[in-house]
C-alpha cells in the first residue's frame, strides 16, 4: 500500500505565507521526483516546483523567488513553502513521486509519476 497524503492548505489574503506538507507511506526506497502539482481553476493541472534525487530544485517563472520545494527522504516528507501569496496561486495542490522522464515543471510528463496525493486546497483573496 502507497499512500501520499497533503495538509497545509487553507484560505488566506494576497501576501500571506502558507506551507504545505506531503507524508508518504509504504513508498519503496529511492531517489524520486518529487513535485507540486497545481490545478487552478479553467487551466490545466500543473507542476509548479519539482525536487530530483539529487536535490536540484526547479520552479515555474510564476512562482519562483516565491515558493521552495524541499524533501526529506528519510522521512518520506516534502513540503512546499510559499511565501507572498497572489490571488493567481489558488488551486487544488497535489504533491506526487516517480520516475518521469525528465524532472521538470509544467503540463507534461505527468504520467510518469507513479504516486499522487489526494490534494488540499489554497485559496488566496485579495
Known amino acids: 500500500q502507497v499512500q501520499l497524503v497533503e495538509s497545509g492548505g487553507g484560505s488566506l489574503e494576497s501576501g500571506d505565507t502558507l506551507r504545505l506538507s506531503c507524508l508518504g507511506t509504504?513508498?519503496?526506497?529511492?531517489?524520486?521526483?518529487t513535485a507540486w502539482f497545481r490545478q487552478s481553476p479553467g487551466k490545466e493541472r500543473e507542476g509548479v516546483a519539482v525536487?530530483?534525487?539529487?536535490?536540484?530544485?526547479k520552479y515555474l517563472d510564476s512562482v519562483e523567488g516565491r515558493f521552495t520545494i524541499s524533501k526529506d527522504n528519510a522521512k518520506k516528507t516534502a513540503n512546499l513553502q510559499m511565501n507572498s501569496l497572489k490571488p493567481e496561486d489558488t488551486g487544488m495542490y497535489y504533491c506526487?513521486?516517480?520516475?518521469?522522464?525528465?524532472?521538470?515543471?509544467?503540463?507534461?510528463?505527468?504520467?510518469?509519476?507513479?504516486?499522487w496525493g489526494q490534494g488540499t486546497q489554497v485559496t488566496v483573496s485579495s
Open positions: 506526487a513521486a516517480g520516475w518521469p522522464r525528465y524532472c521538470n515543471v509544467g503540463v507534461t510528463g505527468q504520467g510518469g509519476f507513479g504516486y
Open positions: 509504504g513508498l519503496p526506497g529511492g531517489a524520486y521526483c
Open positions: 525536487i530530483d534525487g539529487g536535490g536540484g530544485t
